[in-house]
Antibody, heavy 122, light 108 residues
């Protein structure tokens, strides 16, 4: 059974960089059949797609966040990561990592991590 | 960016009733629309993709329809576990991928 698990600091200071890692188990992140994405959800609000990465390293970012976002992949560790720079209180959210298929349910998110709350505060 | 508008914001129904949730796109997304269910403290779960295809393990009481700009999620007979928040998501010509603001389905 595929599992995704987010990890990283739960508290980040304003203007600093938020860094999260998603560890994938029960499947290979190197598969050509999937993209891997980050989605966030501010407390009590809706979902916002941040960006996605392919095993080759190709990335797609939300234009609204593109100037501050970097997503990378480490196939040797079966992990992919998110960096969001210059954070403000508006970046406080639960951050989810998720899988996107390219063969079935193409580009929809079919497996999700449990999510991790990141609070931006001094 | 394609904006998805969901209605109603809140739907109050009783178990056994039929639920109809709507998602309207600001421009055509063809059939590239999904529905997710989210319960408190949990990640979203994919229910329907490409407007009308049930994801693996999703009960037959969930069905989706629509194309272009207007889409519907129908739950034929509500079970107690169906009361949750539902989101639509489009992936037409991404990036960006966008989500609707959600419909809260609550027990009447």
């Amino acid at each position: 059974q595929l599992q995704l698990q987010e990890s990283g600091p739960g508290l980040v200071k304003p203007s600093e960089t938020l860094s999260l890692t998603c560890t994938v188990s029960g499947g290979s992140i190197s598969s050509s059949r999937y993209y891997w994405g980050w989605i966030r959800q501010p407390p009590g609000k809706g979902l916002e797609w941040i960006g996605s990465i392919y095993y080759s390293g190709s990335t797609y970012y939300n234009p609204s966040l593109k100037s501050r976002v970097t997503i990378s992949i480490d196939t040797s560790k079966n992990q992919f990561s998110l960096k969001l720079s210059s954070v403000t209180a508006a970046d406080t959210a639960v951050y989810y990592c998720a899988r996107q298929g390219i063969a079935v349910a193409v580009f929809y998110f079919d497996y999700w991590g449990q999510g991790t709350l990141v609070t931006v505060s001094s | 960016e394609i904006v998805l508008t969901q209605s109603p914001a809140t739907l109050s129904l009783s178990p056994g009733e039929r639920a109809t949730l709507s998602c309207r796109a600001s421009q055509s997304v063809s059939g590239y629309l999904a529905w997710y269910q989210q319960k408190p403290g949990q990640a979203p779960r994919l229910l329907i993709y490409d407007a009308s295809n049930r994801a693996t393990g999703i009960p037959a009481r969930f069905s989706g329809s629509g194309s272009g700009t207007d889409f519907t999620l129908t739950i034929s007979s509500l079970e107690p576990e169906d009361f949750a928040v539902y989101y639509c998501q489009q992936r037409s010509n991404w990036p960006p991928i966008t989500f609707g603001q959600g419909t809260r389905l609550e027990i009447k």
